[in-house]
């Protein structure tokens, strides 16, 4: 029973690992796939550019003053129309949750 417990974790590892290894190769071919350039275009990070960085807030903002995880993820899709970015939501929901508590 004990080799059989053994083997059985040993496999269940290996499928675990493959199936990281695919979801990081999914992620990677989608990084690669993105347009950085226009992506950087589309957000304002200028020190001057605080008003355009306001409207932006201001159309993804649903009135409360601030931005919840929804509104952001929302605000990529329809506000910005970054697609790519969009799929990439446990990334979006780490930064998200990174920015909330730092």
Do not use: C, H
């Not at 690992?17 to 990070?45: C, E, G, V």
């Amino acid at each position: 029973k004990q080799w059989y417990q053994r083997q059985s974790t040993g496999v269940l590892t290996l499928i675990t690992l493959l199936y990281y290894k695919y979801k990081l190769s999914k992620t990677l071919s989608l990084i690669m796939s993105i347009d950085w350039t226009a992506l950087n275009a589309k957000l304002p990070t200028d020190r001057k550019d605080k008003q355009k960085r306001k409207e932006l807030f201001a159309a993804m903002d649903m009135g409360n003053g601030i931005l919840s995880l929804a509104e952001v993820d929302k605000g990529i899709r329809d506000v910005l129309k970054i697609d790519e970015i969009f799929d990439a939501k446990p990334a979006i929901m780490r930064a998200f949750q990174m920015l909330k508590s730092g």
